[in-house]
């Protein structure tokens, strides 16, 4: 996964308040318990499109092909997590966007 | 379509964890208590009353899984976890912070221990005390089903028998679209307990007049029908003093009309149980109702209302003789098969707990306020026979219109009831542990076979019900009047609109009965 270079680091105080670094959102998040909320209705909105139903058939097809016995959580997490990421409905990911968006409107200083 | 196995059997710790308890007895496990915090949905998290976030000590990352050794209590993500059991002897087994469960770092995997699901689990206990009924309801499983009295009785119309099929089998004439009586009445005779309750005469229809005279008894109506439908006679039977004294029972329903067979079928229930509590005088509630309708189809559903805020449940049980499902058109998984609804797709809504809406807030006792919450419905008691009833119909109050779903669903001839019992449901909320669940109902069993099936084809005005009947391992075709043998894949592909399950045991017992007894000339 690639991301476009961050931004060159500029020594005006307001552009840095502006552009909070990704640690300091999510250190946001969670320390205000807006972080489980979210992950909560994500959770919500993943059973409800059969996210998770798929996650687990990919599970079973896998435990199935290498044997139940042979397969460990890191095994599962490693071969699902791929495709997981690629397959979360654009909807799901638009509506959290929003909700962080609008998480940090509402917190600034 | 992957029922859950119904056989819970706790996982043996792996070699590193059962060396560490050996080591440390519970030492780790005392100091986890007080540091585990429940979110209201139900997770247990690990929460270090530190202001600060959890961070991996190699390389400060905070994102992903992270674990906290069950020794040392220092953070590692799962990148790193192993470096931690490599640098530092005997500290092999880690707990996954976000989650509350045990992870061994040599063997890359979870493990599990009851002793430590104890401990999480009665932390997330002690937040929510769900509002439990202490009446532990039994089943009257010592069901007087005096089959040798029934033997006898077929054994001796055995001779008249003109045709090859299992006695029982009998056409009923349509009456004037009376087929919505005929389907339910096929699969309500053929229900184990009821067909052996009649055959045994133990409503004995002279005894019964001799008492309270010729007044309407649904019950000797019904009794005369098993009479008439076992005789041996395979013309078509008429059920009009059936229908005559029905729809003196029911007259809001007395018409020409074609009627929906589900609501029949309640009110059918409703008679049978009315003329048995008049009997016995008595206002006995429906779980314990000892009429015959009850003692078969009566089951317990739960209802457990969750504060979203607190996590605080209340919980209520409700008596019932059967389970509407709606189908599962929204929720389907595009890997196991495009467009597909399944009865367990259908079932798994049933039990899933659903947000109820913000416009419908309910009081909260612990919070005292008016508060958002969860609704999850779960089977506390399962009925000797099980009837699913399969939402086809839809009202739309608003637009004052009503239409029909014609979306195939397919169920199984073999059904387990555990994933959708209380004992399940409630388990499942806990995550991933190893705990009994204290009211288990090991007693009753949650295996079922299919026996009957009513079917609806056609319009919402102009359709028709049949009745697809298992006896003797075929499948048989009741249609009004007309009786026929059919291939198990014509009941699976039909459009079920009821499926009648009766519970493993009874089911071979109830066969092997039949069998026995039969005509000799039976294939």
């Given at each position: 996964m690639s991301r476009p270079p961050p931004p060159p680091p500029t020594t005006n105080k307001d552009q840095q308040h502006q552009n909070p670094s990704l640690q300091e959102i999510n250190i946001k998040l969670i320390q205000s318990g807006e972080k489980e909320r979210l992950k909560e209705l994500l959770r919500e909105r993943l059973l409800e499109c059969g996210w998770i139903d798929e996650m687990k058939a990919l599970c079973r097809a896998f435990t199935r092909k290498k044997g139940r016995n042979n397969v460990t959580v890191d095994d599962l997490v490693h071969v699902i997590s791929p495709k997981g990421r690629a397959s979360v409905p654009n909807s799901v990911k638009a509506e959290l966007l929003q909700r962080i968006r609008a998480f940090l409107a509402s917190t600034a200083d | 379509m992957c029922l859950r196995s119904s056989s819970y059997t706790s996982p043996k710790p792996c070699k590193h964890l059962a060396d560490c308890k050996l080591r440390h007895a519970f030492d780790g496990y005392d100091s986890l208590q007080n540091c585990l915090k429940t979110t209201p949905i139900g997770r247990t998290r690990v929460d270090n009353h530190n202001t600060k976030i959890p961070r991996c000590n190699f390389c400060n990352g905070y994102l992903g899984r992270l674990y906290i050794c069950l020794m040392c209590s220092s953070i590692s993500c799962s990148t790193h976890i192993l470096l931690h059991t490599q640098s530092k002897s005997g500290?092999?087994?880690?707990?996954?912070?976000?989650?509350?469960?045990?992870?061994?770092?040599?063997?890359?995997?979870?493990?599990?221990?009851p002793d430590f699901d104890k401990v999480v689990v009665s932390e997330q206990i002690k937040g929510s005390c769900p509002g439990r009924s202490n009446k532990r309801r039994r089943l009257d499983s010592g069901m007087e089903l005096d089959l040798k009295k029934s033997k006898r009785l077929i054994a001796m119309r055995d001779g008249r028998a003109k045709s090859c099929y299992p006695l029982g089998l009998r056409g009923l004439n349509n009456l004037g679209n009376t087929c919505f009586m005929n389907s339910v009445l096929q699969a309500l005779l053929h229900a184990p307990p009821l067909r052996n309750y009649f055959l045994s005469d133990h409503h004995n229809r002279d005894e019964c007049k001799r008492r309270y005279g010729e007044k309407l008894c649904l019950l000797c109506e019904i009794g005369a029908l098993v009479s008439a439908m076992f005789s041996g006679d395979r013309s078509p039977y008429s059920p009009a003093q059936f229908l005559y004294s029905w729809w003196q029972h029911s007259s809001n329903l007395a018409s020409y009309e074609e009627q929906d067979a589900h609501e029949f079928f309640i009110s059918v229930l409703d008679g049978i149980h009315e003329k048995e509590s008049k009997v016995r005088n008595s206002s006995k509630d429906d779980g314990d109702c000892q009429c015959i309708a009850h003692r078969a189809f009566s089951g317990s559903l739960r209802s457990d209302v969750t504060c979203t805020i607190c996590g605080f449940t209340s919980?209520?049980?409700?008596?019932?003789?059967?389970?509407?499902?709606?189908?599962?058109?929204?929720?389907?998984?595009?890997?196991e098969k495009t467009g597909?609804?399944?009865?367990?797709?259908?079932?798994?809504?049933?039990?899933?707990?659903?947000?109820?809406?913000?416009?419908?807030?309910?009081?909260?006792q612990n919070c005292q306020e008016l508060r958002d919450t969860s609704k999850q419905l779960s089977i506390s008691r399962l009925p000797l026979v099980l009837c699913l009833h399969i939402k086809r119909f839809e009202h739309s109050l608003i637009r004052k219109t009503s239409r029909k779903i014609d979306q195939y669903l397919q169920f199984p001839f073999a059904l387990d009831m555990t994933p959708y019992l209380s004992s399940s449901i409630v388990r499942s909320r806990f995550g991933n542990r190893i705990f009994a669940f204290e009211c288990e109902n090991s007693d009753s069993s949650a295996e079922y076979e299919i026996f009957a099936v009513i079917a609806h084809s056609g319009m919402l005005e102009s359709g028709h019900y049949v009745t697809y009947l298992h006896v003797?391992?075929?499948?048989?075709?009741?249609?009004?009047?007309?009786?026929?043998?059919?291939?198990?894949?014509?009941?699976?592909?039909?459009?079920?609109?009821?499926?009648?399950?009766?519970?493993?045991?009874?089911?071979?017992?109830?066969?092997?009965?039949?069998?026995?007894?039969?005509?000799?000339?039976?294939?």
């Amino acid at each position: 996964m690639s991301r476009p270079p961050p931004p060159p680091p500029t020594t005006n105080k307001d552009q840095q308040h502006q552009n909070p670094s990704l640690q300091e959102i999510n250190i946001k998040l969670i320390q205000s318990g807006e972080k489980e909320r979210l992950k909560e209705l994500l959770r919500e909105r993943l059973l409800e499109c059969g996210w998770i139903d798929e996650m687990k058939a990919l599970c079973r097809a896998f435990t199935r092909k290498k044997g139940r016995n042979n397969v460990t959580v890191d095994d599962l997490v490693h071969v699902i997590s791929p495709k997981g990421r690629a397959s979360v409905p654009n909807s799901v990911k638009a509506e959290l966007l929003q909700r962080i968006r609008a998480f940090l409107a509402s917190t600034a200083d | 379509m992957c029922l859950r196995s119904s056989s819970y059997t706790s996982p043996k710790p792996c070699k590193h964890l059962a060396d560490c308890k050996l080591r440390h007895a519970f030492d780790g496990y005392d100091s986890l208590q007080n540091c585990l915090k429940t979110t209201p949905i139900g997770r247990t998290r690990v929460d270090n009353h530190n202001t600060k976030i959890p961070r991996c000590n190699f390389c400060n990352g905070y994102l992903g899984r992270l674990y906290i050794c069950l020794m040392c209590s220092s953070i590692s993500c799962s990148t790193h976890i192993l470096l931690h059991t490599q640098s530092k002897s005997g500290h092999d087994v880690a707990i996954d912070i976000e989650r509350s469960e045990l992870y061994c770092c040599l063997c890359c995997d979870q493990v599990y221990d009851p002793d430590f699901d104890k401990v999480v689990v009665s932390e997330q206990i002690k937040g929510s005390c769900p509002g439990r009924s202490n009446k532990r309801r039994r089943l009257d499983s010592g069901m007087e089903l005096d089959l040798k009295k029934s033997k006898r009785l077929i054994a001796m119309r055995d001779g008249r028998a003109k045709s090859c099929y299992p006695l029982g089998l009998r056409g009923l004439n349509n009456l004037g679209n009376t087929c919505f009586m005929n389907s339910v009445l096929q699969a309500l005779l053929h229900a184990p307990p009821l067909r052996n309750y009649f055959l045994s005469d133990h409503h004995n229809r002279d005894e019964c007049k001799r008492r309270y005279g010729e007044k309407l008894c649904l019950l000797c109506e019904i009794g005369a029908l098993v009479s008439a439908m076992f005789s041996g006679d395979r013309s078509p039977y008429s059920p009009a003093q059936f229908l005559y004294s029905w729809w003196q029972h029911s007259s809001n329903l007395a018409s020409y009309e074609e009627q929906d067979a589900h609501e029949f079928f309640i009110s059918v229930l409703d008679g049978i149980h009315e003329k048995e509590s008049k009997v016995r005088n008595s206002s006995k509630d429906d779980g314990d109702c000892q009429c015959i309708a009850h003692r078969a189809f009566s089951g317990s559903l739960r209802s457990d209302v969750t504060c979203t805020i607190c996590g605080f449940t209340s919980t209520t049980y409700d008596p019932c003789v059967d389970v509407s499902l709606n189908l599962d058109t929204v929720n389907l998984s595009a890997a196991e098969k495009t467009g597909l609804s399944t009865l367990s797709g259908c079932l798994n809504l049933f039990t899933r707990a659903e947000r109820l809406g913000s416009d419908s807030k309910l009081h909260c006792q612990n919070c005292q306020e008016l508060r958002d919450t969860s609704k999850q419905l779960s089977i506390s008691r399962l009925p000797l026979v099980l009837c699913l009833h399969i939402k086809r119909f839809e009202h739309s109050l608003i637009r004052k219109t009503s239409r029909k779903i014609d979306q195939y669903l397919q169920f199984p001839f073999a059904l387990d009831m555990t994933p959708y019992l209380s004992s399940s449901i409630v388990r499942s909320r806990f995550g991933n542990r190893i705990f009994a669940f204290e009211c288990e109902n090991s007693d009753s069993s949650a295996e079922y076979e299919i026996f009957a099936v009513i079917a609806h084809s056609g319009m919402l005005e102009s359709g028709h019900y049949v009745t697809y009947l298992h006896v003797n391992h075929q499948w048989y075709k009741c249609d009004d009047a007309w009786i026929c043998e059919v291939d198990e894949g014509i009941v699976r592909a039909s459009q079920c609109y009821m499926l009648f399950y009766v519970q493993k045991l009874l089911y071979y017992k109830a066969n092997k009965d039949l069998s026995c007894n039969a005509s000799v000339e039976s294939r």
